[in-house]
């Protein structure tokens, strides 16, 4: 069979050769780009209802890409990666079939958008954005990254405006931005069947829905920006980071006015109003770039942004607590587990240990201050390398217990260091 998918690649590449000039190049047959093997195309190119393109080797389109055809990759084995190559103009993907690249590259010098994506796409390795935007926006495209898949060279020159779908539990940060800014949202699940939609906004949300609706302890609401944060599949409550920058933030969340908290808001389509969803800010200085996150367990799903209100109104539950966020499990005997000091006397209590992408790696019932308690190591299901322990970095815990009155609970940041 490789002989003679071999034969009909070199003969599909002389007749395109021979027709060069012409401002389109279709196929109706098979492509098969081996390893090692490269396939272009200077031409608008299109895969018809009969054609199958099967890359496992490089294929470069300089042009427009119509599939309505099988645009796939040998499954298992494959290392291709097409290539959108592009300086005179933005390039379209579009058809009636869904595409699947193994791996993606993006790179078009055009301004602004430079891909306009109105099909499906499935990215089963990595995707380079290396420059051009891409809108799925426009003409109602979807990109997907399945389980394994993941995004190098993200930045302001290069993301997605539009829809993003994630499939599964891999940390995923959502490559989402609008007009030249890329503004990312955190979320992960623990569920390999749990596929979840961000898209990032760089509007004012209170033309879709008013900021005077709101709950009472709500002061001010974000005014530039917001996310749109859906479940495709799943049940479960994510736990949400959005990325704080001073280019698109408000100035006034960067006061550090000791008076106010920064938290997440969610629009609540059955109370009809803007609720309090909490949050913590991963950097208490408030550095101005993508790096400082604000993190929630978030109750539902839909319009996301970011809101002020008192800190009097933000009065933590577990004030009997005292909780040492700084871990360094190295052996010395100081700080080597996650102390909750005082969490002995409340036995019926849960510990919940997120990583910056909203993955779960940690959880116990009647957490201790003695042998039930996190070591930096994960028990979490999506965890591969157990053994090893967790990498350096902060991490967002979720403590809930009884005192026998009622339910409490408490969220924040520790940081795990000096491994």
């Not at 294929?59 to 119509?66: A, C, E, G, S």
């Not at 990254?145 to 779908?165: I, M, P, W, Y």
């Not at 736990?239 to 006015?257: C, G, K, Q, R, Y």
């Not at 902060?394 to 491994?419: D, F, P, V, W």
Request: hydrophobic share 30%; net charge negative.
């Amino acid at each position: 069979m490789r002989t003679i998918i071999t034969y009909l690649i070199f003969s599909f590449v002389l007749l395109f050769n021979g027709i060069k000039a012409k401002s389109q190049t279709a196929n109706e047959g098979i492509i098969a780009i081996m390893p090692g093997e490269a396939f272009s195309t200077v031409s608008d190119f299109e895969n018809k209802g009969s054609g199958d393109l099967i890359n496992d080797g490089e294929l470069f389109l300089y042009k427009n890409f119509n599939n309505d055809g099988l645009t796939t990759f040998t499954k298992g084995e494959s290392s291709g990666i097409t290539h959108f190559v592009g300086n005179t103009g933005y390039q379209n993907i579009t058809g009636s079939i869904p595409i699947e690249w193994y791996n993606v590259e993006f790179k078009n010098t055009q301004t602004q958008t430079a891909f306009y994506l109105s099909n499906e796409a499935t990215v089963h390795n990595q995707v380079s954005f290396n420059n051009g935007i891409i809108d799925t926006d426009t003409y109602n495209g979807k990109f997907v990254f399945n389980e394994n898949a993941h995004h190098v060279n993200t930045s302001d020159l290069s993301f997605v405006r539009g829809k993003v779908v994630k499939k599964g539990v891999l940390n995923f940060e959502f490559p989402t931005g609008h007009s030249n800014f890329y503004r990312p949202s955190f979320h992960g699940n623990s569920n390999t069947h749990h596929h979840f939609i961000s898209s990032y906004f760089k509007e004012n949300s209170d033309t879709l829905y008013s900021h005077s609706q709101k709950e009472e302890d709500i002061l001010t609401i974000n005014e530039n920006e917001f996310w749109v944060v859906e479940k495709e599949t799943g049940d479960e409550n994510i736990v949400l980071s959005l990325s704080i920058d001073s280019d698109t933030t408000p100035a006034l969340f960067f006061e550090n006015n000791p008076d106010l908290k920064m938290v997440i808001v969610r629009w609540d389509k059955v109370a009809k109003k803007w609720i309090n969803e909490g949050g913590e800010v991963s950097d208490p200085e408030l550095s101005n770039d993508k790096t400082t996150l604000i993190t929630t367990q978030v109750k539902g799903y839909g319009i996301f942004t970011m809101a002020l209100i008192t800190k009097l109104n933000d009065i933590p539950d577990a004030e009997d607590l005292i909780i040492y966020n700084g871990i360094s499990p190295n052996g010395d005997g100081i700080n080597d587990t996650f102390l909750i000091k005082g969490i002995n006397q409340y036995a019926d209590n849960t510990v919940e240990i997120y990583n910056r992408w909203g993955v779960k790696v940690f959880e116990t019932h009647s957490y201790n201050e003695t042998d039930n308690v996190f070591r930096g190591y994960s028990n979490g299901r999506a965890t591969v390398n157990r053994d090893s322990g967790l990498p350096e970095g902060t991490y967002y815990y979720i403590l809930k217990y009884n005192n026998g009155k009622k339910s409490l609970h408490k969220a924040g940041y520790l940081y795990l260091t000096g491994r």
